[in-house]
């Protein structure tokens, strides 16, 4: 998406509200609107607004519509999915192990380690120089004390996709009781998550990820997962999730996936040869370039992550940010800027490599002249900074 000023490389931070969701959102308010907990006609028309949107949900996850949990976002998705199974679990048997990815986003780590508060044991899981899972490091860890293992299908950093079905099945072989959750907020726009998700018990989405609007969200529970809920009040969402619906949300985030689903064939191998022309351009024109993620390993067509030596990440980001081009170091959820990235420390990239890091993200709306614009402007200001470093 190229404007006069703007180039705009941060889709993994959050995407543009579509027009086509933003319509949808707006035919909401054409009529009165209640709550849909109610009984007269302006509730019922809320009701049947957000059971549509719950069968749209799930039909995109391939899940049926009674699993869908709508929620404030990927965050609290995350939250409800670690900290309710495990909370659930520990009640029922007495005795718990939480296990998460070294690479899993802030939101599903920070749920993890509360955990521990709990009297529960939290184990991280480590993943190699590609920044994957270790498969024998999971098996070696898991028990049948696991309740939760956590591991996200694509990073948010790196674009790496996770190997799910073998994480599944593992699972399934040496602790046949833990829930396995996967963080899919990443991978919505680009995988088939009825695909690669299917064998989890519990799958989180974020609407604004996938050109749907901010604060709203999903979780599928499966039927065998045991929830307690983080938040109370009028039991709604079948007692998982209380409070009063967002109907317009709801709404957004359907048909946001509903574009989704229907562009995905087409706009993903657009978008990984726009990104292919990207990588291939700034690591030949900025000497010192470093692609963080190896080839050969599968990354989700939108993801760009690369490594500037003599350049430090902020600096690098306010610059570009003043040409016109928007891009951003990691974790859009980091507590600080400057921070270093736990991803890339799990990864091992050496601290000083990992300084420059840059994270360069297309989305359904990327053109090559977005790519051509960023191809221009990226490397001139990589060498002013080296000029005054």
């Not at 869908?68 to 998705?77: L, R």
């Not at 899972?133 to 293992?149: G, I, K």
């Not at 030596?309 to 940010?321: D, I």
Request: proline residues 6%.
């Amino acid at each position: 998406m190229t404007t006069a000023a703007t180039t705009y490389l941060d889709h993994a931070a959050t995407t543009p509200l579509r027009p086509e969701v933003a319509a949808a959102m707006a035919e909401v308010h054409s009529a009165p609107l209640g709550n849909p907990t109610g009984s007269h006609p302006p509730a019922q028309r809320a009701r049947r607004l957000l059971e549509e949107a719950r069968d749209e949900v799930a039909a995109f996850l391939g899940r049926d519509p009674g699993d869908v949990v709508f929620t404030s976002g990927g965050t609290e998705s995350a939250n409800l999915a670690v900290l309710g199974t495990a909370e659930a679990a520990l009640r029922e048997r007495g005795d718990a192990v939480v296990l998460y990815s070294a690479v899993e986003h802030p939101a599903v780590r920070e749920s993890a380690r509360a955990t521990a508060a709990a009297g529960m044991e939290v184990r991280e899981l480590p993943v190699d120089g590609r920044g994957m899972l270790d498969p024998d490091a999971l098996a070696r860890a898991l028990s049948s004390r696991a309740v939760v293992v956590a591991v996200m299908t694509a990073n948010n950093e790196t674009g790496v996709v996770q190997p799910m079905a073998e994480v599944v099945q593992a699972v399934r072989r040496r602790a046949p009781r833990a829930m396995v959750f996967t963080d899919a907020v990443q991978a919505a726009p680009w995988l088939d998550l009825d695909e690669v998700t299917g064998g989890a018990d519990l799958v989180s989405l974020s609407a604004h990820k996938v050109g749907g609007p901010v604060g709203t969200g999903a979780l599928a529970v499966s039927p065998q997962a045991a929830l307690t809920p983080r938040q109370f009040g009028g039991g709604q969402e079948r007692e998982r999730r209380s409070g009063t619906q967002d109907v317009v949300g709801a709404v957004g985030l359907a048909a946001a996936l509903r574009l989704v689903a229907a562009e995905r064939p087409a706009a993903a191998p657009r978008v990984a040869a726009l990104r292919d022309r990207l990588a291939e351009g700034l690591l030949a024109a900025i000497e010192g370039a470093h692609r963080t993620v190896p080839a050969g390993v599968a990354v989700l067509p939108g993801h760009l992550h690369l490594c500037l030596s003599g350049v430090e990440r902020e600096e690098l980001l306010v610059a570009l940010g003043a040409e016109g081009v928007c891009a951003s170091g990691g974790s859009s959820c980091a507590s600080g800027a400057l921070e270093a990235s736990p991803v890339l420390a799990a990864m091992g990239l050496a601290p000083g490599l990992a300084a420059g890091a840059i994270r360069l993200t297309l989305g359904y709306g990327t053109t090559d002249a977005d790519v051509d614009r960023a191809l221009a402007v990226v490397p001139s200001v990589v060498a002013a900074l080296r000029r005054t470093a």
